[in-house]
């Protein structure tokens, strides 16, 4: 082309030909380029813009979010920047050379982003599948993203020494060690993230407490270098992948799955309450439905025991007799089960456990049927109100450190008043 110009040039007798016709070719190959972007992002792209706005289609709107469209717009002027150079100017000139260079390294830049683009469409989409949740994808589509962008940087500047890539990529041997401590967090976060995934140890979604790093929430992304969690008090915590890996951390995906969270919480009895039951108080507690069947079948076992034993039971210290505490338990074990929110098929039970100086804990281990914070919270606070309320018909105590406010009725109480 740039040949015929000179030619057209010479028979008009026009001087300085060559450099005329160069600035013509290059003039031709900027107008080509500005009339295909202007066609390519104004009319084309500007139509598919809107097509995909009222699109219902899910996937029309990612690829639109992610500018694959417009990278690959920008990708094909530069092949065809490319193409012009070689076609239209001398072979081995300096024009040619330093245009088709820049269009390489165009081609090379706008190839690279339109394969980010092509990644972060994927990943939206596949984040659509349930069985998506259990991959690492954004770690893997991390680590494929830096592996391109290091192999495009490789050619690149191979391209601009005028060298093989394969010379740079064998003087990269002797550089490993400084590569392996550059790029140590992402290799480690890319190992890190094929083990979590081999081993369904976390997905997106899932509740991880990890004191550690101050973490305890639920996980809303897994990085190829770090994974963040939302926090229950809306702050987002920062963790490196691979110290899931290294460090312990507690999933409660089990939880959520089985359908029920346990309840394990203690009430303190004060250990001078506790006494044998009188006729009368067990009269009084056999007017509850609960405890009719308990006390009677109860009482009927003792009553054949002591008499196989012919003891004297006018002392406390012979025979087997109900005590309050005995019979709270019984009462609260048949509470539980028929509580509406207690989960029937699982682990329920009312056990004493070590004395301590606070008291005797009582503690109640049983399960909500639901998983929800909220409802979890009131189904236990109800069960324990109750508790609180119904521990004095057992003629029992709830031991309590004494308050600023008990110290000063004592006080009042000991210091004799004015006459």
Request: aromatic share 8%; charged share 15%.
């Amino acid at each position: 082309m740039q040949q015929r110009i000179s030619q057209w040039l010479e028979r008009l007798g026009l001087e300085f030909s060559d450099l005329m016709s160069l600035t013509m070719v290059i003039g031709l190959i900027l107008l080509i380029s500005v009339v295909i972007h202007l066609i390519l992002h104004r009319v084309v792209l500007a139509s598919l813009q809107r097509n995909t706005q009222q699109s219902k289609h899910l996937w029309q709107r990612v690829v639109t979010q992610h500018k694959l469209f417009q990278r690959m717009a920008l990708l094909l002027q530069g092949i065809i920047i490319n193409l012009q150079a070689v076609l239209w100017l001398q072979n081995d000139s300096q024009a040619q050379v330093i245009i088709a260079t820049a269009a390489q390294v165009w081609i090379m830049v706008f190839g690279l982003l339109a394969l980010f683009s092509l990644l972060d469409t994927l990943l939206a989409l596949l984040r659509q599948n349930s069985i998506a949740h259990q991959l690492p994808l954004r770690g893997i589509f991390q680590g494929l993203k830096l592996i391109a962008a290091i192999f495009i940087g490789i050619m690149i500047v191979s391209l601009l020494m005028g060298r093989s890539p394969l010379l740079l990529l064998s003087g990269l041997g002797a550089m490993t060690a400084i590569l392996m401590l550059v790029f140590k967090d992402p290799i480690l976060g890319l190992v890190a993230g094929i083990q979590l995934s081999a081993n369904n140890m976390l997905n997106v979604g899932d509740w991880l407490e990890m004191p550690k790093y101050g973490a305890d929430g639920a996980v809303i992304d897994i990085g190829l270098t770090t994974v963040k969690v939302r926090n229950w008090d809306n702050t987002v915590t920062t963790i490196p992948t691979y110290a899931l890996i290294s460090d312990s951390f507690k999933n409660w995906r089990s939880m959520s799955e089985s359908g029920g969270r346990r309840i394990k919480r203690c009430i303190n009895i004060d250990t001078t309450s506790v006494h044998f039951l009188s006729e009368k108080e067990q009269q009084n507690l056999n007017r509850h439905p609960s405890l009719q069947r308990y006390l009677n079948e109860k009482s009927q076992e003792l009553n054949q025991y002591n008499q196989q034993i012919a003891l004297d039971l006018s002392s406390p210290l012979n025979g087997r007799r109900l005590t309050n505490l005995g019979t709270l338990r019984a009462y609260l074990t048949g509470y539980l089960r028929d509580h509406p929110g207690i989960h029937k098929s699982m682990t329920l039970m009312v056990r004493q456990l070590a004395p301590t100086p606070e008291g005797l804990p009582l503690e109640i281990y049983a399960f909500t049927n639901t998983t929800v914070w909220a409802e979890y919270e009131g189904i236990q606070s109800d069960i324990f109100d109750h508790i609180f309320a119904i521990a004095s018909e057992f003629d029992l105590r709830i031991h309590q450190t004494p308050s600023s406010y008990d110290m000063r009725n004592m006080l009042t109480l000991a210091t004799p008043s004015n006459s």
